[in-house]
């Protein structure tokens, strides 16, 4: 049986925790895109299709790394979050741009549509891209932890 010093008690606890930081933001995501839809009847645009598409199997393979105590997930996880948080910054741009614009026309319904106004300026698309970047800094940081090496 190995022994565990403090350091990497610590350093142990730390990867469960950013690991579980991501798992819990991407479910948390998975179920508030689920509810505005489902309970809310909220019609998802295209673009907030394309950010669907890469938040919720994070919800699923974080959930399964965070079970198995994998933190070589990140090498999976992190191009899945950092493409979705491409996707959140231009659907967030195109709705700052003015209404009057013909740039938006993304399919049934306008990737400018605005059900959720947050404090005047928080978004759904607003929202996305707050989850990914939290997910993106916490795999970033158990990448860290893990040294560099994503086979640990």
Not at 92 to 121: R, V
Not at 123 to 134: E, G, R, S, V
């Amino acid at each position: 049986m190995i022994k565990l010093d403090e350091t990497d008690v610590k350093k142990e606890k730390s990867k469960s925790f950013w690991l579980f930081l991501a798992w819990g933001v991407a479910t948390l995501a998975t179920a508030g895109s689920l509810y505005m839809s489902e309970i809310m009847h909220f019609i998802p645009c295209s673009l907030c299709w394309f950010q669907r598409i890469f938040m919720y199997p994070l919800s699923i393979i974080l959930g399964i790394a965070f079970v198995k105590e994998d933190t070589g997930i990140v090498k999976y996880a992190l191009p899945l979050a950092i493409i979705g948080g491409c996707f959140s910054v231009y659907h967030t741009i195109i709705q700052k741009i003015p209404p009057d614009s013909t740039i938006a026309a993304c399919g049934p319904t306008s990737c400018q549509e605005d059900y959720l106004n947050w404090f005047g300026f928080i978004t759904i698309p607003m929202l996305a891209l707050f989850a990914f970047l939290i997910i993106v800094i916490a795999l970033f940081r158990l990448r860290k932890l893990n040294g560099g090496n994503q086979n640990k």
